[in-house]
C-alpha cells in the first residue's frame, strides 16, 4: 500500500498475478469498498487500510462546525466496522482512532486531523517494524540445520497482507537472504487461490525459488 496524503493507493489483489492495477481510495466510501470486495485481504493490511480510512474521512471532511465533523467521524468507524465482522485488526485499528478522537476532542478541526493523520501512519509503521522483527525471530528457530529447508505455505500471510513485509513470509524473506531455502511449496488454496495467486508473485517478485501444488497434494 502507497500512502499518498490524501490517497491512499491499493494494489488490486483481485487481479494478481496477472495485473498490477491500483485501487485509489479518495473517500471512506472506497475504503470501505477496497475491503469489502477483497481488494485488500490479510487482517494487518485491513487494520492498516482502516485507520487510513478515518485519516481520509478527516480530511476530506466539507461540513461546518467540530461537533459535525467529529459526528463524521463516529459514523465513518460505524461504516468501516461494518466491511469484514471478522478481521480483528479492523476492530483494533478503529477502535485505536475512537480513543484518539475522544481524548482530543478539546482540539480544532485541523489538529485533530493531524493527529488522525499521524496516529494512521504511526499504525503503518508499527506493523511493519513487527514484520521485521518476525522475520528476524523467526531466522533464530532454524539456527542450527545443516541442510537448506523446503517449506510448506498455505494461504498468504506475505507483503500483501500487511504493510508491506509479511509474517509467515518474512520468516521465508529472511531465511532466503541468509541462503537458506531450497524451495518454497505453495499451497493453492482454494477457493480464492490466495497462494497460487498472491504468495507465488510475492515468492516470484523476490526471485524466491518455490513451486505450486494443489490443495489435496499438501
Known amino acids: 500500500m502507497l500512502w499518498e496524503r490524501p490517497v491512499l493507493r491499493l494494489i ?10 491500483y485501487f485509489n481510495c479518495k473517500s471512506v466510501e472506497d475504503i470501505g469498498e477496497a475491503i469489502v470486495e ?18 481520509i474521512a478527516a480530511l476530506s471532511f466539507n461540513g461546518s462546525g467540530k461537533d459535525a465533523f467529529i459526528e463524521h467521524l463516529y459514523e465513518s468507524i460505524e461504516y468501516l466496522s461494518k466491511t469484514r465482522p471478522t478481521a480483528v485488526n ?34 503503518e509503521d508499527d506493523d511493519l517494524k513487527i514484520n ?13 540445520s545443516g541442510s537448506r529447508l523446503k517449506i510448506l505455505t498455505h494461504c498468504n500471510a506475505g507483503a500483501l497482507a500487511t504493510s508491506g513485509y509479511g509474517t509467515a513470509l518474512a520468516v521465508i524473506r529472511s531465511l532466503h537472504k541468509d541462503r537458506r531455502i ?3 511449496i505453495v499451497d493453492e488454496t482454494r477457493p480464492f487461490l490466495q497462494g497460487a495467486r498472491l504468495t507465488a508473485w510475492e515468492l516470484h517478485q523476490e526471485k524466491i525459488p518455490f513451486f505450486i501444488i494443489s490443495d489435496n497434494m499438501a
Open 132 to 144: 521485521y522483527m518476525l522475520g528476524d525471530n523467526g531466522l533464530k528457530v532454524f539456527e542450527g
Open 90 to 123: 479492523l476492530f483494533w485499528a478503529l477502535d485505536r482512532m475512537k480513543k484518539l478522537i475522544s481524548g482530543k476532542s478539546g482540539l480544532d478541526i485541523h489538529a485533530i486531523t493531524e493527529r488522525i493523520v499521524k496516529e494512521a501512519e504511526e499504525i
Open 38 to 55: 477483497m481488494v485488500v485481504r490479510g487482517a494487518p493490511a485491513i487494520g492498516v487500510t482502516a485507520a487510513y480510512g478515518i485519516a
Open 182 to 184: 531450497e524451495n518454497v
Open 12 to 21: 488490486d489483489q483481485r487481479k494478481l498475478p496477472f495485473e498490477e492495477i
